[in-house]
């Protein structure tokens, strides 16, 4: 056997043990120079480490067939949940706010549960989407190359199985709300699979991302009764939609600091890669914007002193301290402050309506 056969013997012996799909393997080729020196050409597979299946934790206590679509719906991986679950609540406590009869505490807690099941199931479609889609620009991102679709675990027919399931199951529960909701609904699922074509075509896939996070609040408004789109609060509306937008702007660039080197040599477009050299001074000036739009909102409301410092002055400091203090050129900065800005910049944004909505039922 010559050496170059060889070579590529090992390099694929390597490859099925680390469950690259097949024709992946057609990156791996040989040829030889005038010298007859061996040349070594490997796509996507260079120096990618083997899976090894976890012996902690949720995924854990799987059956093995089934970790790989928990994997999928990111059940292991709370720090995305927030993103999904929170405007929800968001909208929820901005409608008890705006609502012309009170809504009774009961009614919320309800909903908030009900919002919880819908977005574990919202994220886990939109998430096994996105690694269908993006599964050849994962293989060349270290943090994303052993995502079950890009190592082989689940086939991409098999992905696009279980998103249908997905939405099945997020249908049904659609069908226990008010029609508007139905309506809602729509441009969400719309934009959530767009999306991952964006990071190919605009250096902004983020500003799409946030639309149908933002879309929530409308959906939770309507969810208990409440139009949010009346002449009424169609302003307050608009504004607390798109403080939300800039909000994912923000959160979602600093989280794509983690793989932007991979992002640039794979071609992924994002805002990270857009202003990889300015993104605190950018994500400032969203921050201006977002705080900006809240106190808009607030104001249309006729919300308290205690509404508009607790929302507006909460979410202004801990934007600061966000932007301040991530290392954007150390990915489990980036990770961290992206998992618990949710809590920090969102707790701030609830605080001032729940204020709001307990001075009502005062």
């Not at 994303?144 to 099945?168: E, M």
């Not at 489990?332 to 009502?360: I, P």
């Amino acid at each position: 056997m010559s050496t170059a056969t060889a070579t590529k013997t090992s390099l694929r012996s390597r490859c099925v043990s680390s469950n690259i799909p097949n024709e992946l393997l057609n990156g791996v080729s040989t040829r030889s120079s005038k010298d007859k020196t061996p040349v070594i050409s490997i796509s996507y597979v260079d120096e990618l480490p083997s899976y090894l299946p976890p012996t902690k934790g949720f995924l854990s206590i799987l059956p093995a067939a089934c970790a790989p679509y928990a994997q999928l719906m990111r059940l292991e991986k709370p720090g995305g949940f927030y993103a999904f679950y929170f405007p929800c609540v968001l909208g929820l406590l901005y409608a008890a706010c705006i609502a012309n009869d009170i809504v009774p505490p009961t009614q919320l807690l309800r909903e908030s549960g009900f919002f919880l099941l819908g977005a574990i199931i919202l994220r886990g479609a939109a998430c096994t989407w996105n690694d269908n889609i993006d599964q050849d620009f994962d293989r060349q991102v270290a943090r994303c190359r052993l995502r079950p679709i890009a190592r082989g675990a689940v086939s991409s027919s098999q992905g696009h199985l279980f998103v249908l399931c997905q939405t099945l199951i997020g249908s049904a529960l659609l069908a226990r709300m008010p029609f508007e909701c139905t309506y809602d609904a729509i441009p969400i699922a719309l934009l959530f699979g767009i999306y991952p074509f964006g990071k190919r075509f605009t250096n902004y896939p983020q500003f799409i991302l946030g639309f149908p996070f933002a879309w929530a609040i409308v959906m939770s408004c309507h969810a208990i009764g409440v139009d949010p789109l009346t002449s009424k609060t169609l302003p307050s509306t608009i504004c607390l939609v798109l403080a939300n937008v800039a909000w994912t702007m923000v959160y979602d660039t600093i989280y794509a600091h983690q793989d932007i080197k991979d992002d640039i040599d794979a071609g992924v477009k994002s805002m990270a890669v857009r202003f990889k050299d300015s993104t605190k001074l950018m994500a400032s000036g969203l921050g201006i914007v977002l705080v900006s739009l809240l106190v808009t909102a607030l104001v249309c409301i006729d919300s308290s002193c205690l509404c508009l410092a607790l929302t507006c002055g909460g979410t202004a400091i801990s934007l600061a301290a966000m932007i301040g203090r991530v290392d954007l050129a150390t990915p489990a900065s980036c990770a961290w402050w992206f998992k618990w800005g949710f809590w920090f910049v969102g707790g701030a944004m609830m605080s001032g309506f729940s204020a709001q909505y307990l001075a009502r039922l005062a």
